[in-house]
């Protein structure tokens, strides 16, 4: 295992739409493997059968197995539409009464994340990362801010396209607790490959933990270093586009970075957390991830340590 | 007769007139002028099908090197072999070309070849329309490789979703490029199927009526339909893209009621369809290899004549499929769920009646039977996956992913171009008079094969594990690293089963084994004609009086005649049963129709840059068109009266 | 085998034909109708049958394989000879077009020796100054480039310059009357490239970069469809209080 500590994977069984789909895939895959041997079978019987002379033709012999081949394939293939259809419906009821409303935006190439709640005490935005309590059906709304993307964690459930100018949603049940990767599946353009979602699947008490201290806005740094990273990250451009809680940053068009060094990773899963990976990421973006919108800001080498001092107390 | 006349003095052919005579003035007849003049005006379907047939093979080659490149890059994460710019644009020339510049083009070459002479008759209908397709065919090629090359290659994947390729995501000319390319090949295939239909449904040599018609011709007739129905679709759709990049039009943009959808549905109704444009052709080679190869007609011809219509038919049921993740009512998802897998009722079909066919007839495995059988084997795994496919939630997962990149290589490689490969080999000799070397054919064969299963099979494994497509690279620790770099050996394996294929088809095109007339025992009428054919054909119009008429009548052919041999003729027949219905002119070489190309590709290419291009270009093109249309004096001689 | 072939081609009238035929070709067909008897066309064959096998082999291929195989002849020609000219054709073209179309994400137009031709001569610059346009709220002042607040963007009038670095120097140090410093909020490359999209507003880039619409609520013309407009300074308007 690398960094990442995480897998993705369709043929996961860590939620329950995933593992309803995993079930009819094993249907399918025993059904469509009989046909392909009974196919395999009859074709090498044809290569390997010894002829007899011209003027044995079993042709209506043949003919007569054809209107059963065709009965049989008909057959089945009814069969498998209406498992399909009955699992479809599954997978409708398996989250019928969310207990948890996400809404997750869409960029290129990062993931806007918003926690929703009817008490805006309860609401706060994060990126890049989605934590989600084990056994609580999650409601998420779906958006686009500019193409179209697609919002898919295999380990848990199937994928939903993000259409600019349509709402979409997805429920989804995890099971079991762990770290899952999940990322765009529509391309998007220059960085489709490095839009990665941190998913973690948690105990709902871990979880009731983590959305206490996500609430919370960022602490103030403490330690020069940090204090003049936190006025450089404020004053200068990266408040034009970030916004952290707690100080003036409220730029709306990149990530939140609220919490940012409690994630597990930098750019939508393109580096993982650690304090040179800050620096480099900072120091050049164009060079880690290129074509992504976040600009390369020209700082000295004591403004690029404060910078990266300051964002590491964003825990 | 009453008339005595020399043979020289005939006007018609007939029984005084035949063998060398005959001969000598049918070529002086249907010769095009020589040299590049000649060249580049002939009106000979056999010329111009060569043409399209070696051009689509040259993008074939194009594509399949970015493939190549593709794998390379993917072989092993976070690669550095080529940036996610570069990539994006060789991964949609990649899907680009395949699609519309070797796939579709080369299934209708190989019918503008080969339905004249499997139909009996001695030129293709609309031949200068024939002409003019190639031309076009080629300039929008030559765009789209040339933009690729100087860097405006497009990058927006080969379907082009907006808004990603729409003014504001995808900004120069890159996506403009790929639309008006795709606008080209569109005219170029609509002209086609024009003529393919015309020529089957009226120019089928007397007493073939429809049930003995050739099943490749039956695959022709219906594939031809489904281009005209659907390719209108994306010519529409592209220049509806066209016009909200270049002049403001919003059908796209949901902020002023447009809709990005409205693309996914336009693209994909015409999308869909253009599969099976790609597979029916190919099940008409392999219904003409497996009755050649197995020595007897095919079993259940009429059960596969329906499969072909029902196959056309169902293709324009399913194109939601591509869409499930789209997020469209769900009950609306199950009709297309049923409808997709009922598509594979009709292949079920064809797949057993090929198989009774070898398992009843006497089975010779020569290099085309092979590639069939090879073909058999990875179609069912196709389109087995496309079953799990169809299934919504199913698709739900595996939608995006190797999966589904596995599954239509299975389906257009395995599906269409091993039958393809099968059918070069076997119509070779009919092509070129000489025989492709049948070792060396087996040689690719098992590399081909072997190979593309290692590159191709992985892929279903990747999907599962949650590989989407379309990625420029991928980090380590996924489980992905083996598979993919198994993956791209195969790829290179399978490169070197084709470029084996490819350097068999040259060497034996001088050194190749003569071959005669039907070297291979088969059945059909191209077979009666010389190898390669004569410019007309054929020295009289055969007469059909079954579905494998080189197999009836102790092989003698009975033949009609009557024909002009003093001018450009050929004979119409009744669309259903076939009977001599009229005697046609065939249109004399022209330059006209590459003046009218170029004047389109100078109106086409020049209105990416401005739509005031379309109001000024057009007005050459209506000019060579005039020109190609005007009507001639009538220069027929006075035919002597035969009682 | 005897053949099934009737030996005589039987003498029809010439009125037998379809009249629209003839109408049509003007030509006698020589061709009768088959036989209207229910299964003859099938057992009997047409009229015009030449039935023996004598006068027409199977195959009729008088010619040797040799002299078919020259048709092919001139394509091979053709490309040898006109190939290194199309060849030489193309290579100015390539030098042309690299630059234009480029996704200069490095910013290499920033080390340029002049900025301003290399940022608006490329459609990735104008496009990234388009969306940096609506990320900074540019619009709030000057509506998409009409003008509101702030003065339009997309007319001839231009108070402090209409030249790349003017603009881009606008953008960075502000001016007089509400137009603020971004030196603070945006690095000097997304400087340049709001430039040359604000440019683009009145079609001065060169016309093959310009971008369309945008995907947003609009109802201006798109600027590929823009005249260049010329670039004039403000006129000095009587009325001091009109802001343009």
Redesign the interface.
């Known amino acids: 295992m690398s960094w990442l500590d995480t897998f993705q994977s369709a043929a996961g069984n860590d939620g329950q739409q995933s593992a309803l789909v995993s079930e009819l895939f094993a249907i399918f895959l025993a059904v469509t493997a009989l046909f392909f041997v009974a196919v395999m079978i009859f074709l090498i019987w044809a290569i390997l059968r010894r002829r007899r002379g011209e003027g044995e033709s079993r042709e209506p012999a043949l003919r007569r197995l054809l209107v059963g081949w065709v009965g049989l394939i008909s057959l089945t293939l009814a069969g498998l539409t209406l498992a399909t259809w009955l699992y479809d419906r599954g997978l409708a009821r398996a989250a019928a009464t969310p207990a948890l409303e996400i809404e997750v935006t869409a960029n290129q190439w990062w993931w806007d994340v918003r926690y929703a709640d009817d008490d805006a005490n309860w609401i706060f935005r994060t990126a890049n990362e989605l934590h989600l309590p084990a056994g609580v059906p999650a409601h998420i709304t779906l958006r686009s801010n ?1 193409v179209i993307h697609s919002f898919w964690v295999p380990n848990l459930a199937g994928k939903q396209d993000m259409i ?1 100018g349509r709402e979409a949603d997805i429920s989804i049940r995890p099971l079991r607790r762990g770290v899952y990767r999940a990322q765009c599946a529509e391309f998007c353009g ?1 960085q489709h490959a490095r839009m990665a979602l941190d998913v973690t699947v948690e105990s709902p008490a871990d979880f009731i933990a983590w959305r206490a201290a996500a609430l919370k806005p960022a602490a103030a740094p403490v330690g020069g270093s940090a204090q003049a990273g936190q006025a450089i990250v404020t ?3 990266c408040a ?2 970030h916004s952290i809680a707690g100080t003036p940053a409220s730029g709306q ?1 990149a990530p939140d970075l609220t919490h940012f060094a409690s994630r597990r990773t930098i750019a939508a899963g393109t580096l993982p957390m650690s304090r040179a990976n800050i620096a480099a990421w900072i120091a050049d973006p ?2 880690v991830k ?4 976040m ?4 700082l000295t080498p004591a403004e690029l340590a404060a910078v990266t001092a300051y964002l590491e107390t964003l825990k | 007769m009453s008339a005595v006349m020399s043979p020289r003095d005939l006007p ?1 052919d ?2 005084e007139l ?3 005579a005959l ?1 000598a003035r049918l ?1 002086k007849t249907w010769s095009r002028p ?3 003049w ?2 580049l005006s002939t009106t000979d379907h056999k ?1 111009i099908g ?2 399209y047939i070696v051009t689509a093979f040259v993008f074939l080659l194009l594509g399949g090197a970015l493939a190549l490149l593709i794998r390379a890059q993917l072989a092993t994460p976070e690669s550095g072999l080529i940036g996610p ?1 570069r990539y994006n644009q060789i991964f949609t020339m990649h899907g680009t070309t395949m699609m519309f510049l070797f796939a579709v083009p080369v299934m209708e070459a190989m019918a503008i070849y080969l339905i004249p002479l499997m139909l009996g008759t001695r030129n293709i209908s609309f031949p200068r329309l024939n002409a003019f397709s190639y031309f076009m065919y080629l300039a929008g090629g030559i765009l789209l490789w ?1 933009a690729f ?4 290659g497009p990058d927006a994947g080969w379907f082009s979703y907006v ?1 990603l390729a ?4 995808s ?4 996506v403009d490029i790929w639309a008006q390319m795709v606008t080209f090949t569109e005219v170029a295939a609509l002209a086609v199927a024009v003529e393919i239909t015309a020529t089957i449904l009226k120019q089928r040599a ?2 073939m009526n429809l049930a003995r018609m050739p099943l490749f011709a039956w695959a022709m007739l219906v594939v031809s339909l489904m281009v005209i129905f659907s390719m209108p679709s994306v010519a529409l759709t592209s220049g509806m893209l066209l016009s ?5 039009t ?1 059908f796209f ?4 009621y447009g809709d990005p959808l409205l693309w996914q549905h336009l693209f994909w109704f015409f999308g869909h369809p253009e599969v099976y444009i790609i597979f029916l052709p190919a099940t008409g080679f392999v219904s003409e290899i497996v009755q050649t190869f197995s020595r007897r007609p095919i079993i259940g011809y009429s059960a596969v004549v329906l499969a072909l219509v029902g196959t056309g038919l169902l293709a324009f049921g399913l194109w939601v499929h591509h869409m499930f993740a789209t997020g469209l009512p769900r009950m609306g998802y199950a009709f297309y769920t049923a409808a997709s897998m009922a598509v594979s009722v009709p292949a079920g079909i064809q797949i057993f009646c090929w198989i009774a066919t070898m398992w009843d007839g006497r089975p010779r495995f020569q290099t085309p039977l092979l590639w069939v059988v090879g073909f058999i084997f990875t179609f069912v795994i196709g389109g087995l996956t496309g079953v799990m496919l169809a299934s919504v939630p199913l698709d739900l997962q595996l939608h995006d992913t190797f999966f589904v990149v596995a599954h239509f290589h299975y389906v257009l490689i395995g599906g269409a171009v091993f039958p393809l490969l099968g059918a070069i080999t076997y119509w070779f000799p009919k092509f ?2 000489r025989m492709m070397s049948e070792g060396v054919g087996k040689l690719s064969f098992w590399i081909g094969f072997v190979g593309f299963q290692i590159a191709f099979f992985p892929m279903h494994l990747l999907g599962i594990l949650g590989m989407p497509r379309r990625v420029y690279t991928y980090p380590a620790g996924l489980g992905w690293e083996t598979l993919n770099l198994v993956s791209s050996i195969g790829a290179f394996l399978f490169a070197l089963g084709l470029a084996i294929f490819i350097g068999n088809a040259l060497a034996s095109l001088r050194r190749g084994r ?1 071959a ?3 070297p291979w025992g088969a059945s059909g009428l191209e ?6 054919p ?2 007309y054909n ?3 119009i055969p ?1 059909v ?1 079954s579905r494998n008429p ?1 197999w009836e ?10 024909l002009r041999v003093d001018d450009r003729e050929g ?1 119409l027949t009744t669309v259903i ?1 076939a ?6 002119p065939s249109p004399e070489p022209s330059l006209w129709p590459l003046v009218a190309a170029l004047a389109t590709t100078v109106m086409f290419v020049s209105s990416i ?3 005031w291009a379309v109001l000024v270009g057009s007005i050459p093109v209506a000019a060579a068109l005039i020109a190609w249309f005007w009507p001639k004096e ?1 220069t ?1 001689t006075p ?1 002597p009266v ?2 | ?1 005897s ?3 009737r030996a005589d081609p039987p ?1 029809l009238p010439a009125g037998r ?2 009249g629209w ?2 109408l ?11 036989s209207p008897r229910r299964g003859e ?2 057992e009997r ?7 023996s ?1 004598a ?2 082999p ?6 040797p ?1 040799g002299e ?2 020259k ?2 002849g ?2 091979g020609t ?1 490309v040898r000879r006109y190939g290194p000219i199309v060849a030489l054709l ?1 290579i100015p ?2 030098l042309a ?2 630059h ?4 200069d ?3 290499d137009a920033l080390k340029a020796s002049d900025r301003g031709a290399a940022f608006e001569g490329n ?2 610059h ?3 100054g ?2 940096l346009f609506g ?2 709220n540019c619009a709030g002042c000057h509506s998409h480039g009409g003008g509101g607040m702030g003065p339009p963007l997309m007319d001839d009038e231009w108070r402090y310059g209409g030249s790349m670095g003017e603009i881009a120097a606008t953008i960075l140090d502000g001016r007089p009357n509400g137009m603020p410093s971004f030196r ?7 400087a340049w490239q709001l430039a040359a999209f604000v440019r683009a507003l009145s079609a001065q880039p060169r ?3 310009l ?8 109802n201006t ?2 600027m ?2 823009d005249e260049r407009k010329p670039i004039r300074p403000a006129t000095p308007k009587q009325d001091d209080s009109s802001e343009e």
């Open positions: 500019d600019p220059l004053g200068r451009q034009s586009c068009v164009q060079a290129p074509g992504n919108n600009p390369k800001v020209p | 018609r007939g029984p035949t063998g060398e001969h070529e020589p040299g590049l000649g060249w010329e060569r043409r710019d040339v090359v100087l860097n405006i808004p729409g003014p504001e995501f900004p120069g000319k890159r007397p007493g909200d990049r270049l002049i403001g919003q943009n949901s902020f002023e070129t008079g003569e005669g007339p039907d077979w009666a004609a010389a190898s390669p004569a410019p054929f020295a009289h007469l009086s080189l009548n102790d092989g003698v052919l009975p033949v009609v005649h009557g004979l049963d009977r001599p219905d009229m005697r046609e840059f401005t739509p009538s027929v035919e035969i009682d | 085998m053949s099934p072939f003498s034909g379809r035929v003839r049509r070709k003007k030509r006698r067909s020589p061709f009768p109708s088959p066309g099938r064959g047409f009229g015009v049958c030449d039935l096998p006068a027409e199977p195959h009729p291929d008088p010619l394989l078919r195989g048709g092919a001139p394509s053709a193309l073209l390539l077009a690299c234009r179309e480029t996704r994400y490095k910013s459609a990735f104008i496009a990234q388009q969306r990320w900074m603070s909020r945006i690095t000097e490359d997304q016309q093959d970069v971008p369309s619409r945008g995907d947003e609520p609009r013309e798109p590929t469809l």
